[in-house]
């Protein structure tokens, strides 16, 4: 019997309880043609080109963390400040964020679960409701970020009619629009999110044709590594922003989407494989819009008086002062653009915060409910940002700044249980991570909690001023590191704890 669990997933989709929370009824499940019957699913079915389109759209969604208002203002800042010199960075943060990604939609797929739910099973209430709040506070920040950039956007489009309050306001709204797509299916949204990201490439890159940066320049950016103390600032930018710890939890959630039979390991490698093509088609799309978007800035800024100055709320106003009107204005392409990035990124943190939610609490609420629920969260205090911020433009910065760092303190508590689950032989069975990819995923891992923890270093060292606050930051800083060493601890135990079943346990 043992040897049998080694080869099957963790869950039959049948054997679930129907009262716990789940990513997608089975209705709202994506059928996959092409599945005969008759076959007892122990091969992987050859490729399918129909099969990969069927499988084509969770990637996608989840590239859209790669692509928000945060950091689209990491590119044009790297770009005016650096140049071309961190391209390479860009590249190879891309790649490490589509090692996390695939590891996230690996275990989606291989154990039905989603990260949030498995968090919830896997660890002491107490724990999984720290886990919760963290996951929150992460995608709130995230949250206020991706609504400020499209309500700069409307203000552009509006040429200032609309304050940024009201931007605000109506990116709120979005929630509503999304739940009138779900109710569509699963592929109409699928779609509205590729005619974003099709916005996004069309808007960035006729800026780049407009700013015709030089090819050579550009492939040298990519090919030689390069960095200087000028420049580590934007290098731990442009790493830190790629990794977004509600992404983590939205992928393994995403996956599920389609209808496949878990109890057929040869079903269960073939989603593995399409998802794999698929999000890796969809994170290289990202990586050449980033691309776009930082050569532009580093071909009309780089060396220049205003490089250090560039934000998201003036990048408009420059690049129309450097390129002049066009056949369309560059200002109003830029708007357009990044309009696109905020409202595709507002409706997928709302699509995340309700699997983090329904996950972690065990939550069977109501689609619009849940989504009312989470886009409350955060509209409240970035309705208030939006007010502070309409006065006083270096507001922005600052909160820029105390967002990144929210964000960068949540990381280790999306990778440490996805890499522990992941590597996992009794949740994962004959899908868990091999030695040599479990070594490469906490090598990567590693580094990105290296780099962010120097982004909280050099952040603190700067901000922290006054015993108080000092010993608050302390006290904070031994708490947030116990916490760590208790979830690596808790991970290394995992094969003895924990409540989860092979599909052997569950079919007997």
């Not at 590594?225 to 600032?233: E, Q, V």
């Not at 329904?358 to 970035?382: E, V």
């Not at 433009?393 to 990778?415: C, K």
Request: glycine share 8%; with cysteine; aromatic share 10%.
């Amino acid at each position: 019997m043992a040897a049998q669990e080694h080869e099957q997933p963790l869950l039959n989709s049948e054997g679930r309880d129907q009262l716990e929370e789940t990513a997608y009824d089975s209705d709202d499940k994506v059928h996959i043609v092409g599945i005969d019957d008759a076959d007892d699913g122990s091969r992987t079915p050859p490729f399918s080109w129909k099969k990969l389109w069927l499988f084509t759209g969770p990637g996608f969604l989840m590239s859209i963390a790669f692509l928000d208002p945060g950091n689209l203002e990491g590119d044009l800042q790297a770009g005016a400040i650096a140049g071309n010199s961190l391209l390479w960075l860009l590249m190879w943060a891309t790649a490490m964020g589509l090692l996390v990604q695939l590891l996230s939609a690996r275990l989606g797929v291989a154990t039905g679960r989603h990260l949030a739910e498995l968090c919830r099973e896997e660890y002491p209430r107490w724990a999984g409701l720290v886990l919760w709040m963290m996951a929150e506070l992460a995608l709130i920040g995230a949250d206020i970020q991706e609504v400020i950039g499209s309500a700069i956007a409307i203000k552009i489009l509006s040429n200032g009619a609309l304050p940024l309050w009201a931007g605000v306001v109506i990116t709120a709204l979005d929630c509503f629009i999304f739940l009138l797509l779900e109710n569509y299916g699963v592929r109409k949204l699928e779609a509205v999110f590729a005619v974003l990201i099709a916005t996004m490439a069309l808007t960035f890159a006729w800026m780049f044709g407009e700013a015709k940066p030089s090819g050579i320049e550009l492939l040298l950016g990519i090919l030689i590594p390069k960095l200087s103390s000028r420049t580590i600032k934007q290098a731990v930018g442009v790493v830190g922003c790629i990794i977004m710890p509600h992404n983590v939890f939205l992928h393994s959630a995403l996956v599920q989407s389609r209808e496949i039979d878990l109890s057929k390991k040869g079903r269960v490698q073939e989603a593995l494989n399409y998802y794999s093509i698929e999000s890796t088609i969809a994170l290289i799309i990202s990586f050449v819009i980033n691309l776009f978007v930082t050569t532009v800035f580093a071909k009309g800024f780089y060396g220049t008086e205003l490089a250090d100055s560039i934000g998201l709320v003036n990048a408009g106003q420059y690049l129309q002062e450097k390129y002049g009107g066009g056949l369309f204005p560059i200002l109003y392409i830029w708007a357009i653009g990044l309009l696109a990035a905020g409202q595709s990124s507002t409706i997928t943190g709302t699509y995340a915060g309700q699997f983090i939610m329904g996950g972690f609490l065990n939550l069977r609420l109501k689609k619009w409910m849940r989504a009312l629920i989470t886009r409350s969260c955060a509209i409240i205090p970035t309705i208030i940002v939006a007010l502070v911020f309409d006065t006083s433009e270096d507001t922005l910065d600052v909160l820029n700044e105390w967002l990144n760092v929210l964000q960068s303190i949540q990381i280790p508590f999306a990778l440490i249980p996805l890499l522990f689950l992941v590597s996992s032989e009794r949740i994962m069975g004959s899908f868990k991570i091999g030695n040599v990819l479990k070594m490469v995923a906490w090598l990567v891992a590693a580094l990105v909690m290296v780099i962010n923890g120097y982004l909280l270093l050099d952040f603190f060292s700067n901000e922290v001023n006054g015993v108080l606050f000092g010993c608050v930051v302390c006290a904070f800083t031994a708490g947030y590191a116990a916490f760590i060493v208790y979830l690596v601890f808790k991970g290394i135990t995992f094969p003895r704890w924990g409540k989860s079943k092979n599909v052997t346990d569950t079919l007997n």
